[in-house]
């Protein structure tokens, strides 16, 4: 699988490209005050993307953590058998919507599943053992 070109990549292939071109030409080069200006402002590009980077954190947000607690109390009233996103959301104490978001999540990480019940009634259920 190829990987994608970053930003960051791009801009350093860039600006060794540029930095090679300045070398070979010489310092006769009518352009080489234009190409050192270049490989300055690609640089500081370069450093700013880095650094906005770096403050990236991996704690989760407040509505992360949030979530997750209403996660854990949805898993408690899943069944087996399965139950309705409704019924679930009513007895969580929460909208429709969220729950059907946060149950799509769960279903995403495993936690739960989705089977069809009666009527063509989308429920959730505890995942199937094996």
């Known amino acids: 699988m190829k990987k994608n070109i970053t930003r960051v990549d791009a801009l350093n292939t860039a600006i060794t490209m540029i930095t090679n071109t300045i070398e070979l030409n010489g310092s006769g080069d009518p ?13 500081s590009i370069r ?7 770096s403050r990236k954190s991996d704690k989760p947000t407040k509505t992360q953590v949030e ?42 990480e495993g936690t739960c ?11 959730f259920a505890l995942p199937s053992e094996g």
């Open 31 to 43: 352009d080489e005050a234009k190409l050192t200006e270049t490989v300055e402002v690609l640089t």
């Open 47 to 53: 450093d700013t993307i880095t650094k906005a980077n």
């Open 67 to 108: 979530n997750a607690g209403i996660k854990a109390e949805l898993l408690t009233h899943i069944t087996a058998e399965g139950v309705r996103c409704g019924d679930l959301a009513a007895a969580v104490g929460i909208s429709g919507q969220k729950a059907s978001a946060l149950l799509s999540q769960m279903v995403h």
């Open 113 to 123: 599943r989705k089977v069809e019940g009666a009527k063509r009634v989308t429920l």
